[in-house]
């Protein structure tokens, strides 16, 4: 029977490891639950998320604030001069190209759906400090919203997209999170442990992206509805999956260096376009002073927010279970897939280069983000308090209606959401080729065209049976054994780079010192 089974999928897949195979059988199990069972699987699924969040925050506050800090370690150190790749070796990819094909697999689709919709929850329903509808909460909804988006989700990400670009262009690798180990586990990488560590991986970043096809078809069709007075149902979301899908297919076919790399530059364009005009639409001295004031005020608060737990006060400590511990469990579990499809375009860069590029332009560019999207948000509210009784999905279109150019915004806003949708579902079938694969870098265009189909398949049938928040459940709940994961790729790592710099004598030394009593002086030495 196992035999038969890797022979079908050897035969659908080429190149595709009993890795491949076993994420697929599991993932179908899942499905197959979540399908006939959607009730019971999202009760159960959901108490183990919140007794994780509950139990847990603390643990995850440390931990991404550690690698916060383990980041910036590597790019004050003589080690962030080493290379991913070869000594000489150029980066594959402009500059710009680069940014905006890690922006839109990174976050894209999430900054338009949450940019005016979670500075306007923590204004309005639920504020992280202050009292609700005062200048202090607003000034908090920003600062939080900065900061659930910021450095520190980069970090996450920039991690595992280091230590997958280090051991696969600099030390030969295959592109794995399991070769990562190696420093630490030596030849256990290729056994058993290895190979589950890579499975997680795969499935990981396939329902990541089921759930994201979902739900963005579902924003798609509340952004058409508000707009044309199209039903909110089924039958729209399934045609705007089957769309995206096939967009996204063509995309896959071309592979990085057509496909994904015109889409993120067209993504990032259109994204650039609507922030501008939203930026001259509103209160623009408004929002600037309020980006500016902000930023000062992130960076101040920077290390309470990191630690905070609120642990005596009951309200407040809900609010950062709810907030802060979801996106930190959320980061760490869409880090298998963003961090592979990063380390595979930064061939090239050195790690001081990689890090900071990573942790710092995209923050500054949510952060600019939210600033004008909230501040719209909010002065919108202002007058017209229902807006805060849409759903999620709705606000942004609601936020829009109350300027002028409202209808224009809206569609650029729909044809945006439907871009990134497609970009980070292409991005996401390249990382499960690759996968697949056993790490290649170009893996056979019909492994990418199954595994499109498969998770877009997978979104379609929960969508249906009402199960996608369960499998949602699933991803966050697989945070927290990736997490162990990742603190061991972070000792790994610092082993392996350590030995590097030790090899390549690479050290802040001083060639000369002064001699006593004879300082170095620039305005005698002349």
Request: net charge neutral.
């Given at each position: 029977?196992?035999?038969?089974?890797?022979?079908?999928?050897?035969?659908?897949?080429?190149?595709?490891?009993?890795?491949?195979?076993?994420?697929?059988?599991?993932?179908?199990?899942?499905?197959?639950?979540?399908?006939?069972?959607?009730?019971?699987?999202?009760?159960?699924?959901?108490?183990?998320?919140?007794?994780?969040?509950?139990?847990?925050?603390?643990?995850?506050?440390?931990?991404?604030?550690?690698?916060?800090?383990?980041?910036?370690?590597?790019?004050?150190?003589?080690?962030?001069?080493?290379?991913?790749?070869?000594?000489?070796?150029?980066?594959?990819?402009?500059?710009?190209?680069?940014?905006?094909?890690?922006?839109?697999?990174?976050?894209?689709?999430?900054?338009?759906?949450?940019?005016?919709?979670?500075?306007?929850?923590?204004?309005?329903?639920?504020?992280?400090?202050?009292?609700v509808g005062s200048q202090a909460a607003l000034a908090d909804a920003l600062r939080y919203s900065?900061?659930?988006?910021?450095?520190?989700?980069?970090?996450?990400?920039?991690?595992?997209?280091?230590?997958?670009?280090?051991?696969?262009?600099?030390?030969?690798?295959?592109?794995?999170?399991?070769?990562?180990?190696?420093?630490?586990?030596?030849?256990?990488?290729?056994?058993?442990?290895?190979?589950?560590?890579?499975?997680?991986?795969?499935?990981?970043?396939?329902?990541?992206?089921?759930?994201?096809?979902?739900?963005?078809?579902?924003?798609?069709?509340?952004?058409?509805?508000?707009?044309?007075?199209?039903?909110?149902?089924?039958?729209?979301?399934?045609?705007?999956?089957?769309?995206?899908?096939?967009?996204?297919?063509?995309?896959?076919?071309?592979?990085?260096?057509?496909?994904?790399?015109?889409?993120?530059?067209?993504?990032?364009?259109?994204?650039?376009?609507?922030l501008v005009v939203v930026l001259a639409v509103g209160p623009t001295v408004h929002i600037m002073?309020?980006?500016?004031?902000?930023?000062?005020?992130?960076?101040?608060?920077?290390?309470?927010?990191?630690?905070?737990?609120?642990?005596?006060?009951?309200?407040?400590?809900?609010?950062?279970?709810?907030?802060?511990?979801?996106?930190?469990?959320?980061?760490?579990?869409?880090?298998?897939?963003?961090?592979?499809f990063i380390a595979r375009i930064s061939k090239g860069r050195t790690i001081r280069e990689f890090?900071?590029?990573?942790?710092?332009?995209?923050?500054?560019?949510?952060?600019?983000?939210?600033?004008?999207?909230?501040?719209?948000?909010?002065?919108?509210?202002?007058?017209?308090?229902?807006?805060?009784?849409?759903?999620?999905?709705?606000?942004?279109?609601?936020?829009?209606?109350?300027?002028?150019?409202?209808?224009?915004?809206?569609?650029?806003?729909?044809?945006?959401?439907?871009?990134?949708?497609?970009?980070?579902?292409?991005?996401?079938?390249?990382?499960?080729?690759?996968?697949?694969?056993?790490?290649?870098?170009?893996?056979?265009?019909?492994?990418?065209?199954?595994?499109?189909?498969?998770?877009?398949?997978?979104?379609?049938?929960?969508?249906?049976?009402?199960?996608?928040?369960?499998?949602?459940?699933?991803?966050?709940?697989?945070?927290?054994?990736?997490?162990?994961?990742?603190?061991?790729?972070?000792?790994?790592?610092?082993?392996?780079?350590?030995?590097?710099?030790?090899?390549?004598?690479?050290?802040?030394?001083?060639?000369?010192?002064?001699?006593?009593?004879?300082?170095?002086?620039?305005?005698?030495?002349?």
């Amino acid at each position: 029977m196992t035999r038969n089974a890797n022979s079908f999928f050897q035969k659908l897949l080429p190149g595709s490891t009993s890795v491949g195979t076993g994420a697929i059988v599991l993932l179908l199990i899942m499905v197959v639950i979540g399908a006939v069972l959607p009730t019971e699987f999202q009760q159960i699924t959901q108490q183990a998320r919140d007794y994780i969040t509950y139990s847990l925050g603390w643990y995850y506050l440390l931990l991404v604030t550690g690698i916060v800090g383990f980041c910036l370690f590597f790019i004050i150190s003589p080690m962030g001069d080493i290379r991913l790749g070869e000594p000489g070796t150029k980066p594959e990819y402009s500059k710009t190209s680069w940014l905006a094909m890690l922006f839109s697999a990174g976050m894209g689709i999430g900054l338009v759906f949450f940019g005016a919709a979670e500075p306007l929850s923590h204004y309005a329903i639920a504020a992280p400090n202050g009292e609700v509808g005062s200048q202090a909460a607003l000034a908090d909804a920003l600062r939080y919203s900065f900061f659930h988006w910021g450095i520190h989700a980069w970090s996450v990400y920039a991690i595992i997209a280091l230590s997958l670009a280090y051991f696969k262009f600099r030390k030969k690798e295959r592109g794995l999170l399991s070769v990562t180990l190696k420093p630490l586990f030596l030849q256990w990488t290729e056994r058993l442990p290895g190979k589950a560590i890579d499975m997680v991986c795969l499935i990981a970043t396939a329902i990541g992206v089921a759930t994201t096809l979902g739900f963005g078809a579902v924003q798609i069709n509340s952004g058409l509805s508000y707009l044309f007075g199209l039903p909110e149902n089924f039958h729209i979301q399934f045609i705007i999956i089957l769309a995206a899908t096939v967009c996204f297919l063509a995309s896959a076919i071309t592979g990085v260096d057509r496909g994904i790399q015109l889409l993120s530059n067209i993504n990032v364009l259109l994204a650039l376009l609507l922030l501008v005009v939203v930026l001259a639409v509103g209160p623009t001295v408004h929002i600037m002073n309020a980006f500016v004031d902000t930023v000062g005020a992130y960076f101040q608060q920077f290390i309470r927010m990191s630690f905070r737990t609120a642990a005596f006060n009951p309200v407040h400590h809900e609010w950062i279970e709810k907030w802060t511990i979801f996106y930190w469990a959320w980061w760490l579990s869409w880090a298998p897939f963003v961090g592979t499809f990063i380390a595979r375009i930064s061939k090239g860069r050195t790690i001081r280069e990689f890090l900071t590029h990573v942790m710092l332009i995209p923050t500054l560019f949510s952060f600019l983000w939210f600033s004008v999207f909230g501040i719209l948000a909010v002065d919108a509210y202002d007058l017209h308090p229902e807006l805060a009784q849409l759903t999620a999905e709705q606000i942004l279109f609601g936020v829009f209606n109350s300027y002028s150019l409202g209808i224009t915004l809206s569609i650029v806003a729909v044809f945006l959401i439907f871009c990134f949708f497609i970009t980070s579902a292409d991005s996401a079938t390249h990382v499960l080729a690759m996968l697949s694969e056993n790490g290649v870098l170009t893996p056979h265009t019909r492994t990418k065209v199954v595994w499109g189909a498969l998770i877009a398949a997978i979104s379609v049938i929960l969508l249906a049976a009402g199960g996608l928040g369960a499998l949602q459940n699933m991803l966050m709940i697989i945070a927290l054994p990736f997490s162990v994961v990742i603190i061991l790729m972070m000792i790994a790592l610092y082993i392996e780079v350590r030995h590097e710099q030790k090899e390549m004598g690479l050290y802040l030394k001083p060639e000369q010192y002064p001699e006593k009593g004879s300082p170095f002086r620039s305005y005698e030495d002349m």
